[in-house]
């Protein structure tokens, strides 16, 4: 009977060895600790990209869309500020279309330089695109513009405006 006291301690393996063929390498343990970090780190920044859409979606829908429809003279300044050229908005609702915020535009006019109704919108329907966050920049999932009256007109010097748009006729697509 062996006694404990005449057990090779030497012998015996301690904690952390490894006895794969990599580990006689000597190459393993360095490798393990790298992928070890590498995972933690790809964890880390998932779980923030989680979190950080979470409290997007969560502001979006309890704190954003409910004050926008306070306010359509600051969407339409937004808009105004966008494309040059001046805005009005009659009234703004929000809310959610399945999974994707939504924005029904009433009234919606613009206006050429010389502060006449270039385009008017009587009903303007948008559902945005959740790529919007990706990107940067606002991408609709779909857009519906309802019964537009668009103003053409020519004036003395013979320039065409389409909805207060100046069309210069050197500059043109070729078919």
């Known amino acids: 009977m062996v006694q404990p006291d005449q057990i090779d301690s030497s012998a015996a393996p301690q904690a952390g060895d490894d006895f794969s063929p990599l580990a006689e390498l000597g190459i393993v343990p ?22 950080g859409f979470a409290g997007a979606v969560l502001a979006l829908r309890f704190w954003i869309l409910p004050q926008i429809e306070d306010h359509p003279e600051a ?5 105004s500020r966008n494309i040059g050229q001046r805005v009005s908005i009659g009234s703004v609702d929000s809310g959610w279309q ?18 006449q109704v270039a385009l008017a919108l009587p009903s303007v329907s948008c ?17 519906s513009l309802e019964q537009p ?27």
Not at 136 to 142: C, I, T, V
């Open 98 to 115: 399945r999974l994707r915020p939504y924005l029904a535009l009433t009234d919606v006019r613009l206006f050429d330089q010389e502060g």
């Open 75 to 79: 969407v339409a300044e937004v808009i």
């Open 127 to 143: 559902t945005l695109a959740w790529d919007s966050l990706a990107f940067g920049a606002l991408r609709f999932y779909s857009l």
């Open 30 to 51: 360095a490798r393990r600790s790298l992928v070890r970090r590498l995972l933690r780190i790809t964890g880390i920044a998932a779980l923030v990209v989680y979190f």
């Open 149 to 175: 009256r668009l103003n053409i007109r020519r004036d003395a010097s013979g320039m065409l405006h389409v909805a207060g748009i100046k069309l210069d006729p050197r500059v043109g697509g070729q078919a």
